[in-house]
């Protein structure tokens, strides 16, 4: 049993739905006067520092942490995809469309993540990768394009899809340079990411959190931006980069769940069938090809 809970698949299963809640929070922090810049920038900021102080706190840690700065390159790509690609045009997604319809559309760029994985990284696409990830994609545009107040502006479509394509970038080159996982490893990630997140907000006008806003930053921080990275750069350590892009697209349905729970927004029933779809692609994405006998030896 404490294998099965190991498997990089638990891993990017907990990072799903880690992510779930990033739109319900992101639009609690848009109702108490963040703007987008604003919000991108302090969670990660806040992300860093933190892990920033408890690494430097521990010897180990510290040493791991300083040891990677021979990897200065591979991070500064990665921030630039994983961090400021995703927060940025994430976040402008959020404040104009819908959580579900930006959730989708933050995955719908998963494929890439496949492609270049067989590619480039010599994975192989065997008939459960292929129906897992095509479940879920049918599951999520099921819900989305049956399900009522699912609308968003054209440029909130373009900042998702734009968000979603860094995002399966930086799956596929976290496992192409073989970062590794590990909160030194988010310390240089957030770090680059906050250098760069800077940048527009210094142009929009450099604001800090207040009032009720600094609760849902520190949820923001805790919950999808500390602990989806942990362990989604844990999954790709461990598994296939194109099996836990595959999982994370499932991040829609939790998106989803926390909204019923929250706003009180329920499923119709083609919701429902595409939900079951979703589970569906996730059963998939955990099973194994047989490995072929051959009867000549």
């Known amino acids: 049993m404490l294998n099965k809970l190991n498997r990089a698949e638990f891993f990017a299963l907990i990072a799903a739905i880690l992510n779930g809640s990033i739109g319900i929070f992101t639009r609690f922090g848009f109702n108490n006067g963040l703007t987008p810049n604003t919000l991108a920038f302090w969670k990660c900021f806040g992300a860093f520092l933190l892990i920033l102080i408890y690494c430097f706190s521990n010897t180990q840690l510290r040493k791991q942490t300083v040891e990677l700065k021979n990897s200065f390159f591979q991070f500064a790509i990665l921030g630039f995809l994983g961090i400021f690609c995703l927060y940025f045009f994430e976040t402008q997604a959020f404040h104009k469309a819908s959580i579900p319809l930006v959730s989708f559309l933050t995955y719908a760029a998963g494929g890439i993540t496949i492609l270049m994985a067989a590619t480039l990284l010599k994975e192989r696409i065997n008939i459960y990768k292929i129906l897992s990830f095509l479940f879920i994609l049918f599951g999520v545009y099921i819900i989305f394009l049956f399900e009522k107040d699912i609308t968003g502006s054209s440029l909130g479509i373009v900042f998702a899809l734009l968000g979603g394509l860094g995002y399966a970038?930086?799956?596929?080159?976290?496992?192409?340079?073989?970062i590794g996982s590990g909160l030194p490893q988010l310390v240089w990630l957030f770090g680059f990411g906050s250098i760069y997140l800077?940048?527009?907000?210094?142009y929009e006008g450099f604001k800090y959190p207040t009032g009720t806003s600094i609760i849902f930053v520190i949820a923001l921080i805790l919950l999808p931006t500390i602990g989806g990275f942990f362990f989604t750069t844990k999954a790709v350590k461990d598994g296939e980069a194109s099996k836990v892009q595959i999982i994370e697209t499932s991040d829609p349905l939790f998106s989803t769940l926390f909204a019923f729970i929250i706003f009180g927004d329920s499923l119709g029933l083609t919701g429902y069938i595409g939900a079951m779809l979703i589970i569906?692609?996730?059963?998939f994405s955990m099973k194994n090809p047989k490995p072929q006998v051959n009867y000549n030896t």
């Open 280 to 283: 569906f692609g996730l059963i």
């Open 198 to 202: 800077l940048f527009p907000l210094l």
């Open 169 to 178: 970038l930086f799956i596929f080159m976290a496992k192409f340079f073989k």
